[in-house]
Every structure is written in C-alpha cells, then in structure tokens.
C-alpha cells in the first residue's frame, strides 16, 4: 500500500516566513552578507517542515532578496554596485563604499499623468498614471548626479506612499521590486543652465548621462536619466566570457 500525501503546506505559514525575512533584511536588522540562520534552526523557530522553509527561501530568492550558496547556506543579498554599465548601482551604496558622506535630496514629486511621449517610450496605456521625480546625490558635500526619474503606477503601486524625500528612489527600488530586464544607455551631454544650477557646476561642464529602463513580465517598472559630473564619476564594469557559467546554488 502506497504511502499517504503529506498534507499541504498552510500557504500562510510560508508567506508569514517570507515576509519576517523581508522585513529584518528592509529594516537593516540583516544587512546584505548576513547569513541567515540555517534550515533546521527556522524548522524549529516556526514549528514546520522543511518544505515550507524551503518554500519560503526559494520564493526570497527569486524575489532577489537572498543568494544560497552551496555547502554555505543562505545570505542577505549584496546590491549589485559594480557596474553602472551592466548591472543597476546604489549610488548611496557606492559613495559609503568609497568612504565619502552620502547626501541625497529630494527635488520635486509629481503624480500625473502620463505624457503622449513616456506612453510611447514605455508601452503606457492611455490614462496611465506615473510618478515623475527629480533629485541629487552628494559625496563630502558636493553633488555628484542629478536624476529625473518616472514610475508608472499600474506597476509599482506602493511607489505612491513611498516616503521618497528620506528614500532615494534608486535604492528603494532595489531593494523592494524585482526586476527581470535592463537596458542602459551611456552617452556624453553638457551642462545647461538648468543642470548647471542642480550640479554646482559652469554651464558647458561636461556631463555623463546613463539612460535606464527596467522590466518585469514585459511591463516598465521604471525609467530614469541620471546626469552624472563627469570628473566625479567613474564606472567600472568586470564580466566573464559569453556562455560562463554562475556557481551552482542549492
């Protein structure tokens, strides 16, 4: 006689593990390289199988908040800061790195709708409401990056509360909404009056642009240009040959 089904797992209790994780790692309470505790200890904790615990990390692995590693364990994810060029930076993240005091202001906050162009250049419906942001960066006092940024709100709704003059966008975005796809674009400008203003530098300073767009499921998350002062700035990109492969994660 074959062996009964285990029971299903209370969808519930997976949800309530993933969502304790989320909100240590959101809080800082667990740091990005912060091994989290192993399966048997969460068995314990919450009273379950391993199933449901593995459930839950699988699910918090996919959203982008944890890696595992093999014979390891599993760790608080590191934001991507490397590269401007192939991966989406902190900037926060990178001036701290550096060892410089980050700044960041918020500059304005529009909630609107979408122009005939963004709808064009996003795949927006007609009617399609976006947040529109602009702000600046600074390193040791003195800016450093100046962005112009739209959410469209059918596909990140919480980005409507989100309290974006103590979270820089970028950064919030990282950390709180998956994305499957990126495009950027790098290419030279210089300063108007306008940027000039909002950098702290002369009109006809040279600038680096990076023009940004991120995807999930086919729909835009976000869209951003960031003026960067060129002789503040610099992008380094490491990549391996076309085809290698990523150590295997349990």
Same mark, same amino acid.
């Given at each position: 006689m074959d062996a009964p089904s285990p029971a299903p797992v209370p969808a519930s209790l997976k949800a309530r593990i993933r969502t304790e994780i989320e909100r240590r790692i959101l809080s800082g309470e667990w740091p990005p390289g912060h091994r989290l505790p192993v399966e048997r200890e969460l068995m314990a904790q919450?009273?379950? %199988?391993?199933?449901?615990?593995?459930?839950? !990390?699988a699910a918090l692995v996919e959203a982008?908040?944890?890696?595992?590693?093999?014979?390891? =364990? *599993?760790?608080?994810?590191?934001?991507? !800061?490397?590269?401007a060029a192939l991966e989406i930076p902190d900037i926060g993240a990178q001036v701290r790195g550096s060892g410089d005091d980050y700044g960041y202001e918020l500059l304005?906050? $529009?909630r609107r709708r979408a122009t005939a162009a963004e709808r064009a250049a996003l795949g927006l419906p007609a009617g399609a409401v976006v947040?529109?942001? *602009?702000?600046?960066? *600074? @390193?040791?006092?003195?800016?450093? %990056?100046y962005e112009e940024r739209v959410i469209p709100l059918d596909a990140v709704p919480e980005a409507a509360t989100a309290d974006f003059g103590r979270d820089a966008p970028g950064s919030w975005l990282l950390r709180r909404v998956p994305w499957q796809e990126a495009e950027n674009t790098i290419l030279a400008d210089v300063a108007d009056a306008r940027l000039?203003?909002?950098? =702290?530098?002369?009109? =006809?300073? @040279?600038?680096?642009? $990076?023009?940004?767009?991120?995807?999930?499921a086919g729909r835009t998350l976000t869209a951003v240009r960031t003026w960067y002062v060129g002789a503040r700035q610099r992008f380094v990109a490491r990549f391996t040959p076309a =085809? %290698?492969?990523d150590e295997a994660h349990d």
């Open positions: 919450y009273g379950c %199988a391993r199933m449901t615990v593995n459930g839950a !990390l982008g908040f944890i890696e595992r590693r093999r014979r390891a =364990g *599993s760790f608080v994810r590191r934001p991507p !800061l490397r590269s304005e906050r $529009v947040l529109w942001l *602009s702000a600046r960066h *600074s @390193a040791g006092g003195a800016p450093i %990056a000039a203003e909002r950098l =702290g530098v002369p009109e =006809g300073a @040279a600038l680096l642009v $990076v023009e940004r767009r991120t995807w999930r =085809g %290698a492969q």
